[in-house]
């Protein structure tokens, strides 16, 4: 289908032909091989904001002032302007054309942020069924904290964490769930994992994954902490049983925070968590099942397990993300690799583990150099995205297991490592994604266009900026130059010493996109405006 690169003769062979069963939105998507943002304005007059993404559904482009402190949300609009002349194509834009307001109309302004905290800008989730919006607000980090009340030694606390539920229409403030004295990796929305209603927010100084619901009323209801207990009984079961022990005077009372109560029963950390008493009991029948002799288990055991014992109990959880409604994807490490973001993590020992929050059991686990895990995300990685009710654009974000040409820039980059089990630790990295951290932009299609992905990917990465422009290469033949994208000034930067990054915000739907080059360490940025003229 669509052998021509006309527009007008793909309209006319769409009316006539019907596309094989399951590929009418892949053939609605190759339109976008004419509909292209071609023409760019240069250092946009806009408001002095930084600018956060778009909504999935493209509804909303998402801001932050500067002081990080209130949201702004506005509306895409296209440009529409006036021309007296028949050849419009050829005439430059008028001014009023471009500004920024040609394109974007303001739709409010809320104060998210109190006197002391401020918004997380990397950070924010989107529930497109009710067109919620979550956030979070946040106190500095404590770099030094002590360890009390059952925290986990070297991780850093803040005072106070919030997260708040806007309704995106008019962003009236639906509802708020706080955190005190803990700790939630907010970079890129990594500590947080939105899965159609449900909210997994993990608590890394206490080790523990809340599990939260939102409701269509905007309510934020809590459904279950995983962590120190797994079932919703095992604390009435403990403190029943401390009792008959202990004797009901004996027991211990404890600051109350977040909705546990830290290290109640477990009288000096003598007992492990739940979720690492399900974790070593996993192991441990794992290692006795690979031997029958009695002897060979033993001595398998001992090597595997016992050797190990202590490695194993000093785990913590780093990550954890929603394969379904019912399974986890948690990834344990040190305490030290929990708190690095981007490409040392690879360097740090990790294990994944799939877990059933009904059973309470761990399924499956793996360290992150095993050659199965790897085949698995080889093959399968649509599936760690974990995309359920989303828009049926999100189905189509290339990736190496659904797109061709991403599987071979993934087994050139395997071809080319010298060690294969360090190839898959840098794999192994990534997971788990982080919640909607990719752009459902067609121009990010593989199968469509061609780009480095050095320069510019679907994924939401700050990046190196360039003087040179960015090109998009059809991948039909005869690959021609679809469009080029340019941050910064039109004619290049002047200070070519001076360390430059730049963000890419693509229109979910429209032939629109936002690049924004910044200065390291300076407020100032460069805004261009791409578009189909």
């Given amino acids: ?25 892949h053939c609605a998507r190759r339109f976008y091989e004419n509909l292209v943002p071609s ?15 778009f909504t999935d559904d493209g509804q909303y482009l998402i801001s932050f002032s500067r002081n990080n402190q209130d949201l702004i949300v506005y509306r895409p609009t296209w440009l529409s302007f006036s021309c007296k002349e028949e050849d419009c194509d050829s005439y430059d834009l008028p001014l009023k054309a471009k500004r ?12 998210l942020a109190s006197s002391n905290e401020f918004i997380c800008k ?3 989730l989107y529930m497109e069924s009710n067109q919620f919006g979550l956030f979070a607000t946040s106190t500095a980090q404590i770099h030094d904290a002590p360890a009390t009340g059952g925290a986990v030694q070297g991780i850093p606390s803040i005072e106070k964490i919030t997260f708040h539920l806007l309704r995106l229409e008019d962003g009236f403030r639906l509802d708020e769930r706080v955190f005190h004295n803990d700790f939630v990796n907010l970079t890129h929305s990594m500590g947080v994992f939105l899965y159609d209603d ?3 927010i993990v608590s890394l100084r206490y080790q523990t994954i809340h599990i939260l619901q ?17 079932r919703e009984d095992d604390e009435l079961f403990l403190n029943s049983n401390a009792q008959r022990v202990a004797g009901p005077h004996q027991l211990p009372r404890n600051h109350v925070e977040n909705g546990l109560d830290h290290n109640q029963i477990n009288m000096n950390n003598s007992f492990l968590s739940g979720i690492k008493q399900r974790l070593l009991s996993f192991i441990f029948r794992s290692i006795s099942n690979e031997e029958t002799d009695k002897t060979l288990r033993m001595q398998c055991l001992k090597k595997k397990f016992y050797f190990r014992f202590q490695d194993y109990v000093d785990l913590i959880v780093w990550k954890a993300q929603f394969l379904d409604r019912h399974h ?5 490490g040190s305490v030290d690799g929990g708190l690095q973001v981007s490409r040392n993590a690879d360097q740090y020992p990790a294990f994944f583990a799939v877990y059933n929050m009904e059973t309470t059991e761990i399924i499956s686990f793996y360290q992150n150099s095993a050659d199965e895990l790897y085949l698995l995300f080889e093959h399968f990685c649509d599936h760690f995205h ?23 820039q993934l087994r050139l980059i395997k071809n080319k490592s010298s060690s294969f089990s360090q190839f898959v630790k840098k794999m192994m990295a990534s997971l788990p994604f982080s919640c909607q951290s990719q752009s459902p932009s067609p121009y990010f299609d593989q199968s469509l266009f061609r780009f480095d992905e050095k320069l510019i990917s679907a994924t939401d990465r700050h990046r190196q900026s360039t003087d040179h422009p960015i090109k998009f290469i059809s991948r039909r033949r005869p690959y021609s130059l679809k469009f080029k994208i340019k941050p910064g000034p039109e004619a290049g930067s002047t200070d070519g010493q001076t360390k430059k990054i730049c963000s890419f915000l693509f229109h979910p739907i429209l032939p629109l996109a936002l690049s924004i080059q910044q200065t390291l360490f300076l407020q100032s940025s460069v805004v261009n405006i791409h578009f189909r003229r």
Avoid at 39 to 53: A, G, L, M, N
């Fill in 328 to 332: 986890l994807l948690i990834k344990f």
């Fill in 1 to 25: 289908m669509f052998r021509s690169n006309n527009v007008v003769a793909r309209i006319f062979q769409r009316q006539i032909c019907t596309p094989a069963p399951g590929t009418s939105v």
């Fill in 122 to 124: 990397d950070f924010f």
């Fill in 214 to 230: 939102i409701r269509d009323s905007g309510n934020l209801v809590d459904v279950r902490a995983i962590g120190t207990f797994c």
């Fill in 39 to 53: 023409c760019t304005i240069y250092d946009v007059e806009c408001p002095d904001h930084s600018f956060r993404k």
């Fill in 198 to 200: 449900l909210l997994a």
């Fill in 100 to 111: 920024f307001e040609s394109f974007f109309t303001q739709l409010y302004c809320v104060s």
């Fill in 386 to 408: 974990a995309t359920s009710r989303n828009p049926l654009s999100m189905n189509f974000i290339s990736s190496h297991s659904n797109n061709i040409h991403a599987l071979e």
